[in-house]
């Protein structure tokens, strides 16, 4: 073909790709001034493809009709010039458009950048609201097709799997979408089926614009296994992305096409509603930096990975005596440990925590047995057996009370002084992840895999209030610092909170790149919230993320607060303080001669209980010395 006059109009230069039916071609135009340059697309079977002749034929028909029809009227879709039948050979002549494509930026080491993601998002649902208009559906949105020209904009080529459906109303059915046509990776599922619809193109969009953040092929991306919906969100690097632009990507690849955006107009309006994007004057906020002043966003962030109830934290208020005590503790430059004692248990350690009067210590073992330890002597007190494995565990601030979750969804109350068994809640259908009781030790909160949140009374048992979070599962719940408040953390990376009063959702946080799995509130209308990821401090009043932790405060299995500080406790055994105003770190001890499983800190900083696979919990004096 290279040198061939086609129509003796058209000569063709060089091959510049070659699809399932068809070759593509740059030539140029011998009828015009200054002869520019066009695209010859021609008919050409691939050996490998599975379509017939007469199939490729109709849908070459069809790609210049549509095309003609479209092009014409917007700018950033290429022009029909011709449309020829030639010694029974078919071309199709179209605009050359100069730019790059973006399967080629894919191949750089370069990801893409938010800004130039809100860019692409903008341009091409503004093409695809024009093509839907006309009841066409591209189905083939993907790299390759889509070139970004010399003056920034974006534009859409290759209408080879186009098709027309008989009624532009996204409920419709369409009608010469029978065919399983597209790429693999960008198609969703009901075209697979050969039942495309006009927002499947959304998704293959939003699939397009998460390739391009993760460098990451869809292909490696798995439906989640509590929400079905893909599972993308752990290939994000920590790089300048908002969290309203992953939560409009969300929803744009919804499984089901119903739960997606079903005009582009929706996702466009979203995509410009957040702040700075109509002209690009605010860059990215990349998460690596401090945020002082940044908005709080609402988003809904994919289910990433289940957290259970494992992570125990210590929620009292601290008096003036224990924060004199940790004022001393920070005069010191490095912390150390000393083993008091160790105490033999046969069971895996589940769950674990300490006392507020700093009197016990309390386990859930892999055996269903809750054995409270006396922390002077480390002798076992007593033990409780008769529940289902324990997934939660929380303590009243009289320390008398004591409230295990179950993998059964059943909430059980214990009399810590006797052992004797007091309540039962029951309501939630899956496991319970986590459990608040409220300062006033009138009322509890628990939460599920399920995505629900139940409050009850806790002396009489009585469900008061249930709040639901669909497709989602609870990873931590605190009481707020304000009447009828409560803060919940879910599987999505999500914070949430809550007007107790009516039931209603007020806001909702997001920041953090993993699993969340502890909350911790104080009196300052200040959330400090831990993730797999890190911490992050959060001003509720101004409603805005204040100071985010280093990573050294990433997935800590303990943590307790006092007024000035927080301590984290990390499985390899290392523990680490921080100031809560800025999130300075100021003490830490990297000692790796034991490793931690399970731990929990006591009210005053001053002991710590682990435990590992030796079978032993292991009780440590908390101290510093200077250097």
């Not at 619809?197 to 959304?202: A, K, M, T």
């Not at 949140?453 to 009585?462: A, C, E, P």
Request: aromatic share 6%.
């Amino acid at each position: 073909m290279i040198g061939k006059l086609l129509t003796g109009r058209y000569l063709i230069l060089e091959e510049l790709g070659a699809g399932g039916f068809s070759k593509t071609y740059l030539a140029r135009d011998k009828y015009l001034p200054h002869h520019p340059l066009c695209v010859v697309k021609y008919l050409k079977l691939s050996s490998r493809n599975k379509i017939s002749l007469e199939t490729a034929q109709q849908l070459f028909d069809n790609e210049a009709r549509l095309l003609e029809q479209v092009g014409r009227h917007h700018s950033q879709i290429p022009t029909l010039y011709a449309y020829c039948h030639e010694h029974d050979e078919i071309y199709l002549v179209q605009e050359y458009v100069e730019g790059e494509s973006l399967s080629r930026w894919l191949q750089t080491d370069q990801r893409l950048s938010y800004k130039v993601a809100i860019a692409l998002l903008k341009d091409v649902l503004t093409i695809l609201e024009h093509i839907h208009s006309y009841g066409i559906i591209h189905r083939d949105i993907k790299p390759s097709n889509l070139i970004r020209r010399r003056d920034g904009k974006f534009v859409l080529i290759d209408f080879g799997a186009a098709c027309l459906v008989s009624n532009p109303e996204p409920s419709a059915l369409p009608t010469t979408a029978s065919l399983a046509i597209g790429t693999p990776g960008y198609m969703p599922d009901e075209q697979h089926l050969g039942m495309s619809r006009l927002n499947s193109d959304l998704y293959a969009l939003g699939i397009l614009v998460i390739h391009l953040l993760t460098k990451v092929h869809p292909k490696q991306f798995k439906p989640d296994v509590i929400s079905g919906e893909l599972d993308w969100h752990s290939f994000l690097p920590e790089h300048c992305v908002d969290p309203r632009l992953v939560e409009v990507l969300d929803r744009l690849v919804r499984i089901k096409c119903s739960d997606r955006y079903q005009h582009p107009a929706e996702a466009l309006a979203d995509i410009q509603a957040i702040p700075g994007v109509g002209h690009f004057r605010q860059p990215a906020i990349c998460w690596q930096r401090s945020v002082k002043k940044m908005v709080a966003p609402v988003t809904a962030l994919l289910v990433l990975g289940m957290v259970g109830g494992q992570y125990v934290y210590a929620r009292n208020r601290q008096s003036p005596h224990v924060l004199s005590q940790i004022e001393h503790l920070f005069q010191q430059s490095d912390v150390h440990l000393k083993k008091l004692r160790d105490m033999p248990i046969q069971a895996d350690v589940e769950q674990m925590l300490i006392t507020p009067n700093n009197q016990m210590l309390i386990t859930a073992g892999n055996d269903h047995v809750l054995r409270l330890w006396s922390l002077a002597t480390g002798s076992m007190l007593r033990s409780i057996s008769g529940h289902t494995s324990v997934t939660s565990l929380a303590i009243s601030q009289d320390s008398k009370l004591l409230v295990s979750g179950g993998a059964d969804g059943v909430v059980r109350l214990w009399d810590t002084s006797s052992g004797q068994f007091l309540q039962v809640f029951r309501g939630h259908q899956k496991p319970v992840t986590s459990i608040a009781i409220h300062p006033d030790g009138q009322t509890l909160i628990t939460g599920c895999k399920g995505g629900m949140l139940r409050r009850w009374d806790l002396k009489t048992g009585v469900l008061l209030q249930t709040l639901q979070l669909p497709k989602t599962e609870i990873t931590a719940v605190s009481y707020g610092s304000i009447p009828n408040s409560l803060i919940s953390a879910t599987s999505d990376r999500q914070l949430q909170v809550w007007d107790l009063r009516t039931g209603a959702l007020h806001r909702t946080f997001a920041g953090h790149t993993d699993a969340i799995v502890g909350l911790q509130v104080t009196n300052q209308q200040r959330l400090i919230s831990f993730g797999k990821d890190r911490g992050l401090m959060w001003d509720l009043k101004r409603e805005e993320l204040m100071e985010m932790l280093p990573k050294d405060s990433a997935n800590p299995i303990a943590t307790s607060f006092s007024d000035r500080y927080i301590i984290t406790v990390h499985e390899n055994g290392s523990i680490r303080i921080w100031t809560r105003d800025t999130g300075k770190l100021v003490a830490k001890n990297n000692n790796g001669s034991h490793r931690n499983r399970n731990a929990a800190l006591s009210p005053d900083h001053r002991y710590l209980a682990s435990w590992d696979t030796d079978r032993r919990l292991h009780l440590w004096q908390v101290s510093t010395t200077k250097l």
